[in-house]
């Protein structure tokens, strides 16, 4: 496909139009290949390596899980969150405004003008020694997360020698869909109940940029059960 910083805002309505929406709505993800071009995509992956080699990537958190289970059984990729506007971060950025302008198209093409917040970008290594995600759901609590952008940073990547796929199971389908995490590659899902997914194990170092972009309705809602959740719980422990 065309290089978005190449493409005119009617190109890029049509990427949306035929290929973007008819796919999340039928199949619940949909995936693109060549979404920055060569060379920016270069740049965001030297920043990414500049992170890593920087030391600021650290263990992913779990949100929770069972007495005695170490966190790497469950996730161990190491993380960082930015917002773009860091020093050192000016090609992420541009990733970000890119993302923005594609799935801003793609709300108004689904009916859902509540979509119009996001996440910070979650930078995200698999250190190569095996490190997976276990089989998950992104927002399985109604958080507000509503659509799941991930794109992938690994050149000449062997998915038969490194692992590292990442595979959708779609609710109520027959079948998994297994995203190799290619150079360049921008995958997009539901975030909710519809698209649970695992990141198999990784035998060479994976990089990847995560961003969630938010109904901003469901946020909202989110945000006053947890405000109410926490005055009660103050309120018990006083």
Known sequence: MPVLDRVSDVQLERLVVDRIVPSLLADGFCHVDGFLGASLGDAVLEQVKQM??????????????????HRRTIRGDKIAWVSGSERGCEAVNVLLHRLDKLVSACARRIGNKAIRERSKAMVACYPGNGAGYVKHVDNPNCDGRRITCI??????????????????FPEGKPYVADIKPLFDRLLFF?????????????????YAITVWYFDSEERAEAKRRFKKLKVSNEQQSS
């Not at 794109?151 to 959708?168: P, Q, S, T």
């Not at 539901?190 to 994976?206: A, C, L």
């Open 52 to 69: 890593h080699r920087g030391g600021a990537l650290q263990d992913g958190r779990l949100a929770g899980s069972a007495p005695g289970v």
């Open 151 to 168: 794109y992938y940073l690994n050149k000449d990547w062997d998915a038969k020698e490194h692992g590292g796929v990442l595979r959708i």
């Open 190 to 206: 539901w975030s909710d109940r519809r698209n649970p997914h695992e990141v198999q194990p990784s035998y060479s170092t994976r």
